[in-house]
């Protein structure tokens, strides 16, 4: 069966300061994990993917095998990133979501 | 098209009635899914098409949902005797093909309100 969890309903950081949102998954083959946000009023959209291995705002996430875990990474956070933010798996056709981590970027 | 678009936007309908909500992918795209989100619940997948055909029907939560796509392009989700439960904004995405690693496109969703 594939799982994918975010322990964390809600992160608040300040500004400047590091952010990780955590993601972990559950899947038996060999995974294709995804990162997606949704802006205030904005639609749901990709922010990264793992096999890109590329930063996009300023974001990484590395998918670690061992420990099941893709979790997403921020070194100095910003106000504009304040978003949901939704870990998702690929295991065949349709993307299995997350329940999201709502970041809120204080000043 | 500029991306996926669902209609109506918002419909607020009484228990008991029916309602359709409408998904036109992007052109050209012949992955087509439902996903239902509720506050605290996250992204619930219902429905996958291919094309036409929809391989993966699992996710439909009741007998009262179903869903078609006609000439692989415009999807309809139907949900008969709506319940309070149903209320939740349900977002239609593409993909240009079926793959592992294809970026799935949203619509900006359906808020449906069951009163």
């Known amino acids: 069966a594939q799982r994918v969890t975010q322990p964390e309903k809600l992160l608040s950081v300040f500004k400047g300061a590091p952010v990780e949102l955590k993601c972990n998954y559950s899947y038996s083959g060999s995974p294709e994990l995804f990162w997606y946000v949704q802006y205030s009023r904005q639609r749901l959209q990709l922010l990264l993917r793992h096999i890109s291995r590329e930063s996009i705002k300023g974001f990484t996430a590395d998918l670690n095998k061992g420990e099941t875990s893709f979790h997403l990474k921020k070194p100095f956070a910003q106000e504009e990133d304040s978003a949901m933010y939704y870990c998702a798996l690929s295991g065949g056709y349709a993307l299995n979501f997350g329940k999201g981590t709502s970041l809120l970027v204080t000043p | 098209g500029a991306g996926v678009s669902q209609s109506p936007s918002n419909k607020v309908t009484e228990k008991g009635k029916d309602v359709e909500l409408r998904c036109d992918p992007i052109s050209g795209h012949t992955a087509l899914y439902w996903y239902r989100q509720s506050l605290g619940q996250g992204l619930e997948f219902l429905i996958y098409f291919q094309g036409n055909s929809a391989p993966d029907k699992s996710g439909l939560p009741s007998d009262r949902f179903s869903a078609e796509r006609t000439g692989g392009s415009v999807s309809t989700l139907t949900i008969q005797r709506t319940q309070q439960e149903d209320s939740a904004v349900y977002l239609c995405?593409?993909?240009?093909?079926?793959?592992?690693?294809?970026?799935?496109?949203f619509g900006q969703g359906t808020r449906l309100t069951v009163v």
């Open positions: 995405a593409s993909s240009l093909v079926t793959g592992r690693n294809t970026e799935a496109f």
